[in-house]
T-cell receptor, first 115, second 110 residues
């Protein structure tokens, strides 16, 4: 089945630094990938839709200059949290789909802690 | 996008059948229904998906009435490891994005 690999699983960084999270579709090509963030005991919130070869589409209220998304190939999308602050600490999850009838596969998530 | 409503939490005991119902009154003709399971600090895992009537796989069944305004996820003989949050989502079109509701936190007790 479809596998989405997300790295790192856990990262701690200092305030003001940038962190890159990778999302790879291992055995399929994904023209579209999605990025979510999740706060403790809350549901997943869609941040943006990553489109291969074009600009990402951001949800309302998500700062595109803060959360840089690059989808340079059909198997890799990256999310860079720039100038991270403690309020950016969260669980970030990516997902991709093989197509409408195959469901969406999610990465294992990245726990970001900004100190 | 169709909004979904499901119970915030449910309790069950090992070996029981659990049914979680989700309302999606504004579902469109092209939308289909999908359910995910999430454990703490993990990404959601696909459980089952359907368009109408009944769908069954090795882990669950999904019942969808004719009007498609609701759906019921049925987990047969739950175990402690089924304790998780279950999300009902309605997805439209090709590779439409997934918008998560609040989910149902299922607690299975021994």
């Amino acid at each position: 089945g479809a596998v989405v690999s997300q790295h790192p699983s856990r990262v701690i960084c200092k305030s003001g630094t940038s962190v890159k999270i990778e999302c790879r579709s291992l055995d399929f090509q994904a023209t579209t990938m999605f990025w979510y963030r999740q706060f403790p005991k809350k549901s997943l919130m869609l941040m943006a839709t990553s489109n291969e070869g074009s600009k990402a589409t951001y949800e309302q209220g998500v700062e595109k200059d803060k959360f840089l998304i690059n989808h340079a190939s059909l198997t890799l999308s990256t999310l860079t949290v720039t100038s991270a602050h403690p309020e950016d600490s969260s669980f970030y999850i990516c997902s991709a789909s093989l197509g409408q009838f195959y469901g969406y596969t999610f990465g294992s998530g990245t726990r970001l802690t900004v100190v | 996008l169709a909004k979904t409503t499901q119970p915030i939490s449910m309790d069950s005991y090992e070996g029981q059948e659990v049914n979680i119902t989700c309302s999606h009154n504004n579902i469109a003709t092209n939308d289909y229904i999908t359910w995910y399971q999430q454990f703490p600090s993990q990404g959601p895992r696909f459980i089952i998906q359907g368009y109408k009537t009944k769908v069954t796989n090795e882990v669950a069944s999904l019942f969808i009435p004719a009007d498609r305004k609701s759906s019921t996820l049925s987990l047969p003989r739950v175990s402690l490891s089924d304790t998780a949050v279950y999300y009902c989502l309605v997805v439209g079109g090709s590779q439409g994005n997934l918008i998560f509701g609040k989910g149902t936190k299922l607690s299975v007790k021994p």
